[in-house]
């Protein structure tokens, strides 16, 4: 295992902030491919909606 200091870090960044890049990086790519994907079928969508509703609130 390499010690953890600066000469080891990817991209210059500690393992810590390398999270948070990441993070941004995920966040980034979905919205480009929720862009560029035509959104679900209706059946699809309201299959969705009815498994977020609790049953004891129908």
Request: net charge negative; no cysteine.
């Amino acid at each position: 295992m390499l010690p953890d200091n600066a000469d080891n870090w990817l991209f210059g960044l500690n393992p810590q902030s390398f999270g948070t890049v990441g993070a941004m990086i995920n966040f980034a790519v979905a919205y480009a491919v929720s862009l560029s994907t035509e959104p679900p079928p209706q059946r699809i969508q309201d299959l969705i909606e009815d498994i977020r509703v609790p049953i004891a609130s129908k």
